[in-house]
């Protein structure tokens, strides 16, 4: 059983930036695949990034790549997605996800336990 909780939302401007972290309880940390996904009003979860186990391997969605960057601390049992050049269709409620295959999956059904989201709302 994993628990995460995720931080670091916020109102910023276009252009702004955030750093969202995630920490998840529990000593099995390290065994699992960390994603980021996002769901705004009206809107499936759709997935954002992904780090495998070991931080070898990202994963991104194409609205993520050269913007945002998945990062984790084993030690800190802590996963982190920086945002840059944020943009207005950035506005979402965030959740951080725990995959125990390990693997950095783009499915949200891949992943077993969720964060109860930070919203991340963007103005013009």
């Known amino acids: 059983q994993v628990q995460l909780v995720e931080s670091g939302g916020g109102l910023v401007q276009a252009g702004g930036s955030l750093r969202l972290s995630c920490v998840a309880s529990?000593?099995?940390?390290?065994?699992?695949?960390m994603g980021w996904f996002r769901q705004a009003p009206g809107k499936e979860r759709e997935f954002v990034a992904a780090?495998?186990?070991?931080?070898?391997?990202?994963n991104y969605a194409d609205s993520a790549k050269g913007r945002f960057t998945i990062s984790r601390d084993n030690a800190k049992n802590t996963v982190y997605l920086q945002m840059n050049s944020l943009k207005p269709e950035d506005t979402a409620v965030y959740y951080c996800?725990?995959?125990?295959?390990?693997?950095?999956?783009?499915?949200?059904?891949?992943?077993?336990?969720w964060g109860q989201g930070t919203q991340v709302t963007v103005s013009s």
């Open positions: 996800a725990a995959d125990p295959s390990g693997i950095s999956y783009r499915s949200k059904y891949e992943y077993d336990y």
């Open positions: 780090v495998s186990r070991s931080a070898g391997s990202t």
């Open positions: 529990g000593r099995t940390f390290s065994r699992y695949a």
